[in-house]
């Protein structure tokens, strides 16, 4: 190692090194620690790390970058719709004069941290559009916002028309009937083929669902639209310190349109960029308390929902190897969250 050293040419003395793991190294930190806390300087907060469950302990950048830490693998992804809040904040959503809700559309590559949402985070000049569609599951006329670039991902390659979407009789709102009429009359002939759908009205989205534009904004124009909590109260998920400044729209400087919907949703109890930006907009994190009262995030340290996260209480976040995953049945954690956001 001394050879090593002298080869590189480090400015170390290696006659009479100083160690980190001796008593006068130690005592010496100590001692500097206790001046910045006679002068007030020190105070607690939070940073977000790296955990092990399996090791029971946090990971340092050095251990993140020994071979054999990383590796290729398969992941649920979802796309949430955030339903919009209406009030004169929002109403310039809410355009069109069509039925329905409108929802906030956030793609997230880590389904188990949406129980902990708590913000949504958009590029202030990106340019975002609220347009008129169905929601894919329920067949219920909505309104979208996401990013102007990312249309073309989720939708049909083309727009339609307000005429085209209306789609028969308005007061029918079955909207299987109301596809099926759409597509078997005759001015809808090559839409039919174009869109490549289902006459039964099931989607097979070749090219998308339907759609119009109805507005178009800047990032900076939806900052402060507050939105409805993904997991309620009433369905069994826990209150939180600060939960009233919770579930609104905020800048984020690293938003992108390069992947997702140019929307991020906020955990910050699970991201370091998301906690950084949370702290700078007021934005709580969700902490829930343990059997002592101690604050804690939904995760516990052996890698479990904690009890208080209602359905999903002592669901592992991520199967480890031994974990029974046998049966038709068996989901994960992320599997059964898009379950359950898809059907209520």
Known sequence: WDELTQQMGYWVDLDDPYITFEPEYIESCWALLKKLYDKGLLYKGY???????????????????????????????????????????????????????????????????????????????????????????TYDAITVVLAKNLVGRYFASKEY???????ADESNRNYEEKVAAWLLSSTNATNREEMGWYVHGKPAAKRGLPWYQVAEFTGADLVGIHYERLFSTEAGFPHFEGEENAFRVIPGDFVTTEDGTGIVHISPTFGADDFRVAQLNGIPALMVADDQGKLGPIV??????????GEFGGRWVKNYDGHDQSGADYKTLDESIAIRMRTN
């Open 47 to 137: 940073t977000i790390q790296p955990y092990s469950p399996a090791a029971g302990t946090g990971l340092s950048s050095h251990e993140l970058n020994q071979p054999g830490t990383y590796k290729d693998v398969k992941d649920t992804t979802i796309v949430a719709q955030f339903k919009v809040v209406r009030d004169a904040v929002s109403e310039k959503l809410f355009v069109g004069g069509g039925e329905g809700e409108t929802y906030i559309l956030a793609w997230t590559t880590t389904p188990w941290t949406l129980p902990a949402n708590t913000g949504l985070a958009v590029g202030k000049n990106i340019q975002y559009v609220a347009i008129r569609t169905f929601n894919p599951y």
């Open 300 to 309: 516990d340290r052996t890698g479990r929902y904690v009890t208080q996260m």
């Open 161 to 167: 028309s307000e005429a085209d979407l209306a789609l």
